[in-house]
T-cell receptor
Framework: EAGVAQSPRYKIIEKRQSVAFWCNPI?????LYWYQQILGQGPKLLIQ????????DSQLPKDRFSAERLKGVDSTLKIQPAKLEDSAVYLC???????????????FGSGTQLSVL | DAKTTQPPSMDCAEGRAANLPCNHS???????VYWYRQIHSQGPQYIIH???NNETNEMASLIITEDRKSSTLILPHATLRDTAVYYC???????????FGKGTMLLVSP
């Protein structure tokens, strides 16, 4: 079974530039998540999609971050303009149904490591 | 969701059992205990979860105390590949959000 695919693996940009990350979830998974992981900390949820609708974006800095999931499959996360504090690993995850049942497991990709200089 | 407390780091000798503790003293009756781990440069990986009974799968065992205020993840025969950050997460049933803390960095040495 193919896992969650993310690209690029690494990205280096200067502050005030824009950047985009791409995620392809596991086939058939209705729910997609974007997490931000700053060095030394656990992942923090940015946004959750159920199919192509947003379920939770309460921690997404909407003045600079945006995300979309067209057709309920692939997703892109964009930062514009980037700040130094956005340096982090951006993880995408997917799960089967998003109903949050006891057996709901999240499957994570390997992430995109962003460095903002 | 209830908060969890884990030691920041632990060491374990290869081949020995690794016992990772987690305190969740404010856990509610409808909250499950989940364990994920994150190997360096990879995303987190699901290990096991439980409500109140002890659980075992091919990766690990989960022991939850009778009062459910703490739990222990057991890796019965740790290998070098088990070196990772282990996250204990308490999650309400029917809530798909996972909230990660800082976890425990487990170092398995030869």
């Amino acid at each position: 079974e193919a896992g969650v695919a993310q690209s690029p693996r690494y990205k280096i940009i200067e502050k005030r530039q824009s950047v985009a990350f791409w995620c392809n979830p596991i086939s058939g998974h209705a729910t997609l998540y974007w997490y931000q992981q700053i060095l030394g900390q656990g992942p923090k949820l940015l946004i959750q999609f159920q199919n192509n609708g947003v379920v939770d974006d309460s921690q997404l800095p909407k003045d600079r971050f945006s995300a979309e999931r067209l057709k309920g499959v692939d997703s892109t996360l964009k930062i514009q303009p980037a700040k130094l504090e956005d340096s982090a690993v951006y993880l995408c995850a997917s799960s089967l149904g998003g109903t949050g049942g006891a057996y709901e497991k999240l499957f994570f990709g390997s992430g995109t490591q962003l460095s903002v200089l | 969701d209830a908060k969890t407390t884990q030691p920041p780091s632990m060491d374990c000798a290869e081949g020995r059992a690794a016992n990772l503790p987690c305190n969740h003293s404010t856990i509610s009756g409808n909250e499950y205990v989940y364990w994920y781990r994150q190997i360096h440069s990879q995303g987190p990986q699901y290990i096991i979860h439980g409500l109140k009974n002890n659980e075992t799968n091919e990766m690990a065992s989960l022991i939850i105390t009778e009062d459910r205020k703490s739990s222990t993840l057991i890796l019965p025969h740790a290998t070098l590949r088990d070196t990772a950050v282990y996250y204990c997460i308490v999650r309400v049933a029917f809530s798909s959000t996972l909230t990660f803390g800082k976890g425990t960095m487990l170092l398995v040495s030869p």
